[in-house]
């Protein structure tokens, strides 16, 4: 159904190196962490009720908005400055990916093969929708960084029923995290190599998905010659270093039609401040909206950058 693209000799070469990067660096800080306090009155108010007894709820919520702002209280070492880190919780409780039952369907068969939360797999999963059934945007899809395939393929089973003529291509080293350099602070190099091209193609073919092509390698050295001609209206960079998430996004950037949609996985999580800070250094160019989410992705959206002022 699908493809791969084998690597060369150089490519298992770079593998074995890569394993081998900064394995001498210090370790990162450890997050500090504090004490969580819990109204006691309140949870013992809740424990005397029945679960549909009209104030059941309102209570529940009450333990959970005070739980929720001890817990913003909590603070986590930094080493990098200005990219501060603390709890994030929110008191919101809209679930929409409780009520999409092709979304359930589909994260089920996926989730043992991403480290993505289903939060963030539910907005990639809105946003494909949005981007495949938008008729004024051009181009294919590309994924950096696929792992084991989930993310991937919760992807192109969106694309394969709001627009089944796109491809979706997932590009991976398959020898774990590249390019770790001195801006990332965690990942030092080879970090998870536990997948292959083949446990990808298991699962695109277990979901009998038509519109996927697996490319093994170094991206882009070694397999965006592929894709050259090629435009893209949605990519996701799920890479976990500075230089190989620079590297891929000045790659697709020009490549991105205008309206695409470029969403950054790891840009609000302690251990990846290499991708806070490759994406704050291009949030503010004039030819792009840039969102933070909550859930810890950054979406940046292309847009017309005007002419000058006179």
Known sequence: MGSIFAPSQNHVDFCYANNKMRASQPSPEIPRTSSIPVN????????????????????????????????????????????SHSAIVSNS????????????????????????????????WSLTGQVCGDRNLNGDILEVGSWRGGSGCLIASRCATGNPGLRVFL????????????????????????????????????????????????????TAHLLAKREFRFCHIDVDAYQSARDVFEWVWPRLCNGGVVVFDDYGFWGCEGITKLVNENST?????????????AIIVKRDAGKPDA
């Open 285 to 297: 160019a004039n030819d792009r909206l840039f969102i933070h989410n909550l859930s810890g992705q």
């Open 93 to 124: 409780t809209y679930s929409p990916w409780l009520d999409d039952r092709e979304f359930d369907r589909i994260w089920r068969q996926v989730s043992e093969n991403s480290l993505v939360d289903i939060y963030r797999m539910h907005q990639l």
């Open 171 to 222: 590009a991976d080293t398959f020898c774990g995290v590249a390019k770790a350099g001195v801006n990332d602070t965690l990942y030092r190099g080879g970090e998870h190599r536990d997948t292959t091209p083949e446990l990808v193609m298991k699962l695109v073919n277990g979901l009998e998905l038509s519109n996927v092509e697996v490319l093994q390698g170094l991206f882009p050295e070694e």
């Open 40 to 83: 006691a009155d309140l949870t013992q108010s809740v424990g005397t009720m029945k679960p549909d007894d009209p104030e059941f709820k309102l209570h529940l919520l009450s333990i959970m908005k005070s739980f929720a702002k001890t817990l913003r209280g909590v603070r986590y070492q930094s080493s990098v400055e200005n990219i």
